[in-house]
């Protein structure tokens, strides 16, 4: 099967993308709201994008539903320049699929969810107390993908990176490293379906 994605529908692509573009990471993002509360939702077109300056990218589809309210995330970032990219374990999993409901601006997907937050040093945003990587990022640049103002690329640079102790380790040069397997991550498949780590393959580099 060979598929011409410009003879595609918008939600035909994101259908056929979805299910070919597997796995990707989740970024969890808390926001806070003009009421300062938090808001908290997952975001599947994620990922790293350069390191100097440390920036990640997340693309937003800005329209929430047929009313034509903005997405509160992204409300919240243009309002308030900062968020924080969660990377959630499998454990977690419940809890970022029930953070994933429209709820009306304003009304928390942190309490509703049960979820703790702690303070996150020389950042105005907290983190959820036991996601075990968190990231704390300003916005960088903003970027409209289809020209009418509905795909958002929002950059983040990070400015702190967050570890728990628990999933912190050493390599042979005693340089530290975050353990995969500790935290063992969640990842996006198609609709309904998520994938966590299996087995590792090791690769040296070639010579």
């Known amino acids: 099967m060979i598929i011409d994605m410009a003879t595609q529908s918008r939600s035909s ?4 993308m979805t299910q070919a573009v597997i796995p990707r990471p989740i970024a ?6 003009n009421d300062c509360s938090y ?41 308030r320049k900062n968020f924080v990219v969660h990377i959630a374990s499998v454990a977690q999993l419940t809890e970022l699929n029930d953070s994933a409901a429209t709820l009306p601006y304003g009304k928390s997907e942190v309490a509703a969810t049960n979820l703790a937050v702690t303070p ?4 105005v945003l907290p983190r959820l107390t036991d996601c075990p990587l968190a990231l704390a990022c300003e916005l960088h640049k903003e970027i409209d993908l289809d020209g009418q103002g509905e795909q958002i690329l929002i950059l983040g640079k990070i400015r702190w990176l967050y570890a728990s102790e ?5 390599d042979a040069k005693d340089r530290p490293l975050i353990s995969a397997e500790a935290v063992n991550p969640v990842a996006r498949l198609s609709a309904g379906n998520y994938a966590h780590l299996g087995g590792f393959i090791t690769l040296h580099p070639s010579q």
């Open 13 to 16: 692509c994101y259908h056929w």
């Open 166 to 170: 628990a999933t912190l380790t050493t």
């Open 120 to 123: 996150y040093d020389n950042f």
């Open 28 to 33: 969890w993002i808390l926001t806070e709201n």
């Open 39 to 79: 808001n908290l939702a997952p975001f599947s077109y994620f990922n790293a994008l350069c390191s100097a300056p440390p920036l990640i990218g997340v693309s937003i589809t800005a329209q929430k539903n047929e009313i034509a309210e903005k997405k509160d995330t992204l409300v919240n970032i243009r309002s």
